[in-house]
């Protein structure tokens, strides 16, 4: 349960959200997500709400619009990490961009070399490091990330957090980050705390 969460954020933001276990954090991100309505307030983004559209309306916007990467990657077993990272495009008008984009975005993240391995042939990292570039496959002015590196050692989740800022600074994007690893929550200037159901600033920058 949520009380009174009020936040504003604008492109270009980065901030990282922390607090204990059934706190809410990531029922918060859902409901930034279009995945679960509020039961009071508003969600805006572009100036859209998008609980004020039909379901197939919604979906759409979710996918034009939100980029998400969760603990778990929930890659596709079957498909190649191209593949994967091409998922995104699937309900989209043909875009013959695409495939270059992809690239692109796996280039990013280091994988180049590895577009026609399959998930079983990653490590967590790198898998990790796949579901990034999907959740950027489409441009996303939203990009909402939960325990990002909650199954990763302390070396992968170096790695996935430099990739998530650096490539949030490219994009310019807005990214919301939640996590239980304070040394990933300290690499953010503008970071939260949500704590007995409200959402509160802490830290420089905040």
Do not use: W
Not at 18 to 30: A, D, E, M, R
């Amino acid at each position: 349960m949520l009380s009174d969460v009020s936040i504003r954020l604008s492109a270009g933001d980065a901030i990282s959200i922390t607090g204990p276990s059934g706190s809410g954090k990531s029922t918060l991100l859902y409901i930034l997500g279009a995945l679960e309505p509020p039961t009071e307030g508003s969600v805006l983004l572009d100036g859209v709400n998008p609980y004020e559209l039909d379901e197939r309306s919604v979906s759409a916007f979710r996918n034009r619009k939100i980029g998400f990467v969760f603990q778990d990657h929930h890659l596709l077993p079957q498909c190649t990490v191209l593949e994967n990272v091409l998922v995104p495009t699937l309900p989209a008008p043909p875009d013959a961009s695409a495939e270059a984009r992809a690239l692109d975005l796996l280039d990013q993240v280091g994988l180049g070399s590895r577009l026609h391995h399959h998930p079983h042939e990653l490590s967590g990292g790198e898998k990790q490091r796949v579901a990034l570039a999907r959740a950027l496959m489409m441009k996303p002015g939203l990009v909402l990330c939960d325990e990002p590196t909650g199954n990763l050692d302390h070396d992968s989740t170096e790695v996935v957090t430099e990739l998530l800022l650096n490539l949030h600074k490219q994009r310019q994007d807005i990214l919301i980050v939640v996590t239980h690893n304070p040394e990933v929550a300290a690499k953010f200037s503008h970071r939260y705390r949500l704590s007995e159901a409200r959402l509160q600033p802490e830290g420089a920058g905040s």
